[in-house]
Structure formats: C-alpha cells, structure tokens
C-alpha cells in the first residue's frame, strides 16, 4: 500500500474571538437548567443551537427535539431554541398547554420587537436573509403578511410593497459584506425605507467575521469549526475564500483531510457561534499529529455580554449548578 503523503504543518493562528456567543451560552443553559429542575425529558422545538456536538451532548442528558409540536406530549416542558418563532408557533404552545422557556437569542428578540412595533405604525417590510433559516422564518413570521424576503440584490426589484411606509431589517447571522451590499441596493429603490437604529447583525457575528479578515491574509488556508446547517460558520469560511485564502468547515477533527495541508504550513482556525471550544481543541491536537509546532491566539475584541436567564431558571438556588 503507497504510504500517507507526510504533512508539515508548522503554525496554527487561533481567531480571536471563535466560538460560543452569549446567545448559545444562554440557550445551551437554559435547556441544561431546565433537565436538571424538571428531569428528563425536555423538548426543544428545532435544535437548539446549530452544532451536532451540542446537539448530540443535550439528547445524551435527555433532550428530545422536534420539529412539529403535536409530537410534544400535553403537559411537557417545552423550549424554543436560539433562532426564535413565529408567533403562530407561540399560539400553538399556549394552546397544548406547555410549560415554555423561550430561548430565543435577545438580540433576535429585538428584531421581533422591532417589526411588532413598526407593524403597528403601518409599516411593511423587507427582511434581508435566507430562505429557510429557522431565524427567517421565525422573524417572518412574526406578521401575517406584508414582510417581503430578498436573499440578494436581484431580488430587491421584485419586491411589490403594498404600502408607502417600508423598513428594513436583516437575519442576524449574515455575512455583514453582502447585508451592506443589499442594503444599498434596497436604499436605491426604496430611498426613504427605515433601517434599524442599529444593525441587526449581532455583535458576534460581526466580531467573528472581522477576526477573520484579519486572519486569512496571514495564513495559507483557512479552518472554520461549525456544523453545515450553521449560518454563521457558513459565511466565516465564504469569507476567507472570497479574501483569497482557501478555507475548510469541520464538524469535528476527524472529518480534516491531510491534502488540505499539502504546500498550506500555516493554518488560521475560528469556529462559528455555535461551536463549543472543545470541537477546536480536538482539531489542534489532530493539527499537531500533522506536525503543527506552534499554536498562536490571534489578538482580537475581548467579549463580556451576558444575558440573563428566564424566570424560573435564573434563581440564585440553582446558580450553583450553572
């Protein structure tokens, strides 16, 4: 059998920030504190956050994930993961009955916040995002009608408002360069829309997708930790390789392939917000097997935001279990 080509890797450059943003923190705890109060099952509709690992981690501690919430059993404690729901999701949950915390990221809250407001001063609106995302539909669905979806800047011109009165707001998630670009495109057909006070684009994302930009130029090929339904993970690795650096996603350290080091010594790896630090730390230690020698953070914006819990779980009595 022809032996495995030899792999140099010399330098690994960790991005700083990667990984958990306070939005998965909180979701991933608020699941966790409620198996521990209430004792399994839990369910959560949709996966939580958009990690295998995370994912695979919670079912093991009795996790039970839906889709549909008639697979729900009446009287059942009931989550509502990370990327928010429409309000129709919400009125069916009042209505089976379930004991509900809302793990909804506080900064995807205050989109919905945003629309619930401005609906009712009669605007209608065009939400930049992508088709299917639990988030989109969460956010879309927060109105009956009148929130028209563009994914890019040929859809703007479809876009047939029925009012005069249009406001803008975007998936939180996004790449910020192709939200700018889009927004620009809407701003030029629609130039008196109202944009959001401030961008909905979250801090982590924008921290994330900036440590990159500052990444990729320094390295030879570029690893993303994520899972393939993570939005965000999506667009760090779309990011690098539109900055000319090749780039790779990875749910864990097995699925890296020797070739992608082949001539590429110097590697730069991040991981996506819902990526916990663990799924990094194995990809180092399958680096170092290829030789890597040395393993560099990256300097980069120091995150503090927290968000507090819901009622029920935030307790002082079981902060000790956190």
Request: glycine letters at 6%; a negative charge.
């Amino acid at each position: 059998m022809p032996l495995e080509p030899t792999v140099h890797v010399d330098d690994v450059l960790l991005a700083e920030p990667r990984g958990f943003c306070a939005g998965v923190d909180r979701a991933i705890e608020i699941v966790e504190r409620a198996l521990r109060k209430f004792g399994a099952p839990i369910y959560v509709r949709h996966e939580i956050v958009h990690n295998s690992y995370v994912v695979n981690d919670l079912k093991a501690k009795g996790a039970i994930f839906v889709e549909d919430l008639a697979d729900v059993p009446p009287g059942a404690t009931l989550v509502f993961s990370a990327h928010g729901v429409s309000q129709a999701v919400r009125r069916e949950a009042a209505e089976r009955g379930f004991a509900v915390f809302d793990a909804t990221c506080p900064l995807v809250t205050k989109v919905h916040v945003e629309v619930a407001k401005l609906a009712k001063a009669g605007y209608e609106f065009i939400m930049i995002g992508h088709k299917g995302h639990p988030e989109v539909e969460g956010t879309m669905g927060q109105l009956d009608a009148g929130i028209y979806l563009v994914e890019d800047v040929d859809d703007v011109a479809q876009v047939r408002p029925r009012s005069d009165k249009l406001a803008v707001v975007t998936q939180t998630t996004l790449s910020v360069d192709d939200a700018v670009e889009i927004l620009a495109a809407v701003k030029r057909r629609f130039p008196d829309v109202r944009e959001p006070k401030k961008q909905d684009i979250c801090y982590a994302t924008q921290n994330r997708q900036d440590a990159v930009k500052l990444l990729a130029p320094q390295v030879d090929v570029v690893i993303v930790v994520g899972s393939p339904t993570s939005s965000n993970s999506n667009r760090l690795r779309e990011l690098a390789q539109r900055l000319g650096t090749p780039a790779y996603m990875v749910d864990a350290a097995a699925d890296l392939k020797r070739e992608w080091f082949d001539a590429h010594p110097r590697v730069g790896l991040t991981a996506g917000a819902s990526a916990p630090e663990v799924l990094v730390q194995d990809v180092i230690a399958r680096q170092r097997e290829f030789g890597a020698v040395s393993v560099r953070k990256m300097h980069g914006v120091a995150e503090t935001v927290h968000f507090p819990l819901p009622k029920g779980l935030g307790d002082k009595a079981m902060a000790g279990d956190a």
